[in-house]
Structure formats: structure tokens, C-alpha cells
Nanobody, 120 residues
Framework: QVQLVESGGGLVQPGGSLRLSCAASGRIFRISVMAWYRQPPGKQRELVAHIVGSSNTDYADFVKGRFTISRDNAKNTVYLQMNSLKPEDTAVYYC??????????????WGQGTQVTVSS
């Protein structure tokens, strides 16, 4: 079993910054893809960014140049640094991690979600 714990959400003014964290724990043998999704109010969940390995990253167009995804493999943790935040970034942010346990069978796990509100 694998648990994901997210932190770092909150209320921030437009133009501000937040850093989200998502730490995985449990029966982990290998973590491949780590990703952040978000679900704005009344909308579908959407991919924000993902990272494979230590530095292979990709971003949705609407966050390119403003958000940075990174990971600490020693801590099984993925981060999302969010700068120049806009009101339209308001959403519940979820991490998703692809984990293989001792049986080497990979599975996706989701965090509980953390609210990010951008408002003056």
C-alpha cells in the first residue's frame, strides 16, 4: 500500500507564489512518473505537469514559464513551484504518482488534493 500526502496550498494574491509538495510512503520499490493535476471549480481535472526521472519534464501550455515541477527521489517527493499566479489558477491540485512495489507491478496513486485560491 502507498500513501500520498500533499501540502502547501492556500490563499495567495495574484502575482504571488506557492510551493506544493507531495510525499509518497509505503511499499515503494520504484517510482517512475510523478505528476500534478488540477481541477478548477466546475471543470474537469487537467494535467498541469509531469516529471520522469530527475529532469525529464513537460508542462501544460497554460503554466509554461510560470510553474516548475521537480522531485527528490531520496524523499519520494514531488514539488510544484508556482509563480506569477493568476485567478484562473484557482483549483484543487492533486499529485499522481506511478509506483511499483516489491512485485514490480506499477500502479497509479492519487493524493488527497490541496486547495489553491488566487484572489485579491
Amino acid at each position: 500500500q502507498v500513501q500520498l500526502v500533499e501540502s502547501g496550498g492556500g490563499l495567495v494574491q495574484p502575482g504571488g507564489s506557492l510551493r506544493l509538495s507531495c510525499a509518497a510512503s509505503g511499499r515503494i520499490f520504484r517510482i517512475s512518473v510523478m505528476a500534478w493535476y488540477r481541477q478548477p471549480p466546475g471543470k474537469q481535472r487537467e494535467l498541469v505537469a509531469h516529471i520522469v526521472g530527475s529532469s525529464n519534464t513537460d508542462y501544460a501550455d497554460f503554466v509554461k514559464g510560470r510553474f516548475t515541477i521537480s522531485r527528490d527521489n531520496a524523499k519520494n517527493t514531488v514539488y510544484l513551484q508556482m509563480n506569477s499566479l493568476k485567478p484562473e489558477d484557482t483549483a484543487v491540485y492533486y499529485c499522481k504518482v506511478n509506483v511499483a512495489g516489491p512485485d514490480l507491478v506499477p500502479s497509479d496513486y492519487w493524493g488527497q488534493g490541496t486547495q489553491v485560491t488566487v484572489s485579491s
